[in-house]
Each structure stands twice: as C-alpha cells, then as structure tokens.
C-alpha cells in the first residue's frame, strides 16, 4: 500500500506510527508533487485498518491546511494509481467531486480496488452481454 502526503509533518507522524506498530515504510518523492510512503505487503487486517484510520485523520488535517493556505485548493483532483495489464503503472485523475463523494463513502484500498477493476476492464475487454460464464 501507498500513501501520498503534502506535509512532511503529517507523513512524520504516519511514519512513526507506523513505526510504533512495528511495519516497515520507504519514503519516495511523488512525480507531481509531495511524497509517498510505501509499506510492506504482510499487514494483517488489524494493523491495515489501524494505518487506514490515522490516514484519513491526517488526511482530513492536510485538507484543513490547504484550504487555509492562499491559491492551493485550486484545482481539486485525486489520483489513484493502477497497474497496468503490460505491468506498467499509472495515476486515473478523479475530478474533485467525483472524489469527494467516493472518499465519502468508500476506504482509500475499495477506491484503489474499484478503479483497478474499471481499469483491468479497459485493458482486457470482455465483450458480449455481461452475465456470460
């Protein structure tokens, strides 16, 4: 799993909590802006809902801090990134309320598997009527 961070205050404090559970995190730049924290794939379910739940908190704090600050809540988008069929990868822009709507009711892993799966159907068609075995 992924997580991308604007403050490196906010991503210090995911990675010590992260730390303080005991699950390893890389640090890289993000492409656009910011940077990701990666962590380690054997999470159990206990620790995964854990980091999702700091997550959002400090995600909801990050969206505080670029609403207080002059010219950053510009352009309101969201990016998801994918896997490519060819094992490339690649950012799926949501516009703003599209967004804000699924983070309302979704997890960041069931947006990231919702639009995985819509895009793994692009790169593998199936045609036909949908509900042929």
Not at 38 to 63: F, G, H, K, R
Not at 103 to 118: G, K, N, Y
Request: overall charge negative.
């Amino acid at each position: 799993m992924e997580y991308t961070f604007f403050s490196n205050a906010l991503r210090a404090r995911f990675i010590s909590h992260a730390s303080e559970m005991g699950v390893a995190t890389q640090v890289r730049d993000d492409a656009m802006e910011g940077s990701v924290v990666a962590l380690s794939d054997d999470l159990d379910d206990e620790q995964m809902d854990n980091l999702e739940q700091v997550y959002d908190t400090l995600m909801d704090e990050q969206m505080l801090l670029a609403e207080s600050e002059d010219g950053w809540v510009t352009h309101k988008v969201m990016g998801v990134n994918i896997s490519r069929a060819d094992g490339r990868t690649q950012a799926i822009r949501l516009q703003g309320e599209v967004a804000r709507r699924l983070v309302e009711h979704f997890t960041p892993v069931e947006i990231h598997e919702l639009v995985q799966e819509i895009a793994q159907n692009i790169d593998q068609p199936v045609f036909g009527p949908i509900c042929k075995k």
